[in-house]
């Protein structure tokens, strides 16, 4: 998206030639106008004598433009390229001879992406002609792109309206230092990193993210959070974290496993079962299981000795984590903050059985309607 002007508007709840990735949130806009004396009389002359008003045309015309040109720009700045389900209420108050026009919009902000016979088409077009205004962003472009390489980039709201605007892949690695050493000019940086993530392709987000999740361990946290937000979870990446031999990135790869998808299918159910048997390859209990009998009793007990400190704990009071130094049965310390295997394992089962169950009502609502249309 390289303008508001750009931004599609439509009233059905899905586009044409393109693909929903989210919806992001409802989006509204009212603007009222305010009718002199002569608008009045000549709109009283006009509707006595029958025929339309193009004194109350004209007014109603520029108002719903300014109103649809306001959801623009609110949806542009929250990172979407596209509004559906458009409404418009149409208003008139008056009083004391005066008159007033009230246009309310109302749609959702969403995120969509073009087919690609679209694509194509408008690669074509925009090759056909340079304008000016496009020299210019191409100049500005390149500009900022040098002064990152250079480490002379200023961060500022121009910039990030640029980077937002026109998509500059080549200004996220800058961005992203500014963005995970928490070191920014202005108090909203957070949110415009996150508005800026949102506006790329997710493919080229995810391969930097998770690419840089195998070198960076030291970042996971930051890492972790821009995938959270923007439902960045993939499994071939996700598997290649816990395939790691190095014990941080793996944990990354546990954190991860808990997150979400933009959209899940049937094919995701075996994903998550390969994923799940991944974990307990990787996460192998290490610990041994033994009995013995309590004192001066001939009731057994069962218990594990940590691998850690070599305490026994009792298998019914401390079932995955040592009472002495919370080293759990999988050899794992973890820091605050951190998923357990348990964790991850308990909600890999929580979104099979989820999606076994979404799939099965999405079944019986097709059979519901293919009976009733007989």
Known sequence: MSKTSEILVINTSKPANAKII??????????????????????DFTSFFGGRSNTYQNKLSNIYETAIEELKIKTHDIG??????????????????????????????????????QKKYNATTSKSSVTISDLEIQIKRSELIRKANENDLTVNNELWKFAIEHRVYELFDCL????????YEYQNSNSNFDVYVSNLDSDFVKSVI??????????????????????LFDFKRVSDLLNSSISEVKQAGL??????????KVTDIECFKKLNDLIDQNFPVIVKYSTKNLSFSSKKIKFWI?????????IETSPRNCYNCRTDIYGLRLP???????????????????????????????????????
């Open 22 to 43: 989210r919806h992001i949130k409802p989006v509204t806009s009212s603007v009222v106008i305010g009718t002199n004396v002569v608008s009045d009389i000549i709109s």
């Open 80 to 117: 979407g390229n596209c509004i559906v389900g458009l409404k418009i209420d149409i208003d008139e108050i008056t009083g004391g001879r005066k008159t007033m026009f009230m246009i309310t919009a109302i749609g959702t902000a969403s995120k969509i992406k073009l087919n690609d016979n």
């Open 176 to 183: 992203y230092s500014k963005y995970i050493s928490n070191k």
């Open 210 to 231: 998770y690419r840089k999740l195998t070198r960076k361990t030291e970042e996971a946290d930051g890492l972790i959070s821009i995938i959270k937000k923007n439902h």
């Open 255 to 264: 954190n991860i496993s808990m997150l979400d998808k933009h959209e899940y």
């Open 306 to 314: 940590c691998s850690k400190c070599g305490k026994e704990n009792n």
């Open 336 to 374: 605050h903050g951190n998923t357990s295997v348990i964790e991850s394992k308990m909600e890999i089962k929580k979104k099979i059985d989820s999606l076994k169950k979404s799939l099965i009502n999405k079944v019986e609502e097709l059979c519901s309607i293919n009976f009733e249309s007989y």
